[in-house]
């Protein structure tokens, strides 16, 4: 049997690819929206991929399984285990669809695979136990496990309210959660842990870096799993406890995976363009991806929101941009397919075009117009605290713990939803625990029209000023 993880870093999102080398096919089980890098890995291997199978309706990216169906050379598996309004709109009537519930089998050349159904995450929510029968085996090597569970932790049961708002469906998902976890005890120690993300994915509060793990460490280790066992109140309450905020366009990707996502085909090459042509155009938002945060400050094309890669190119995307705006990307020509890739993965199909580093140098040479924004440190900003507002783009448990006298908290992946409660007639002070966080939305916050000034600084160096604007250091 072949297995492969194929990780995207920017979501910490994994696929697996799961191959039977004796008659070349392969499952492959939650891909992306961009399939032709998954052909290719297993056209490496001497295999193709003849099953595509999903653990749920996802919210964080748009899934693949709909590029696959447009092929038509594909058997597609979904779920038809949960309620009527978390079913596969779009696989209505496909004949290359096998719909499972608890319980189903289905196999890839020689590899046996079993749907178990775990609502909680969702309501649909499976997950696949693989056993190869080509090397004679009789139990599962492993279990792909979805947003179910997680290493470290299990999947978070509040996003079809918190993101999708579905009122009221957080708690009745957690007791159902708190339910499906009981498979793992019938579970052998030795089977391993594939799960659908890793540390840094908002699909959970506490997921472990380390890609694999099994179930018997699971059960002597996380934290998540072994409250299952607790009472249905106490697992409850512990585990909506502290869930991060999720990002807007979490709504949107459920809705589109579950309805149909516009098939993307082949992945698009945008054009270069000269900065004048970009700058002053209001139909257009310029994501700036640049390492250097305090270079930013310094100067950038006004208007353009601030997301550097790996990670924050997508936070600023998801959080910050509409659908149906044209994007233009400030990167290098190396960096362009990744930032494509990372786009349309999350539903951002319309990529106006790019320019460079050195085209952004000569339009500010040559008088451009440029927009900075003030960089200070915690002192510098303690010390004008009474004429600006302070704004923490800290998530609410951070904020909880300890933060500025009378600061407004809007987490950072929410501040466009609740940017209205920031008042325009002061400037605004923003800060996170580093910094990070902060720059993303001081330029967003730019771009609205607000006077911003920028914290880069390490929040352990906040102290108590002279009048009552702090928290008490601890």
Known sequence: MFFRQITDPALSQYAYLIG???????????????????????????????????THIHADFLSGAREYAARGDVRLVLSAAGPADWQYDWAVGLTACLLVRDGDRFRVGNIDVEVRHTPGHTPEHIVFLVTDRGSDADSPMGVATGDFLFVGDVGRPDLLEAAAGVTGAMRPAALDLQGSLRHVAAWPEFMQIWPGHGAGSACGKALGAVPTSTVGYERRFNGALALSGEQPDAFVDAILAGQPEPPPYFARMKRLNREGAPSLGIVPMPPRLSVAEVAGNPALVVIDTREDRADFMTAHLPGSLYGPLPRHFTATLGAYVDADQSLVFLCEPHELDELVR???RIGFDKIHGWFTHA??????HEGGAIATIDRISFPEAAAASKVSTWLDVRGAGEFAERHVEGALNIAQPRLAVDVERIPRERPVTVHCATGGRAALASAYLQRLGYEVRYVDDDFARWRQPAGPVGSTPR
């Open 20 to 54: 039977c080398q004796r008659t070349g096919e392969a499952l492959l089980v939650d891909p992306e929206r961009d399939i032709d890098r998954y052909d290719r890995i297993a056209a490496d291997e001497g295999l193709r991929i003849t099953t595509v199978a999903e």
């Open 342 to 344: 990372q786009s349309v």
């Open 359 to 364: 085209d952004f140098a000569d339009w500010r």
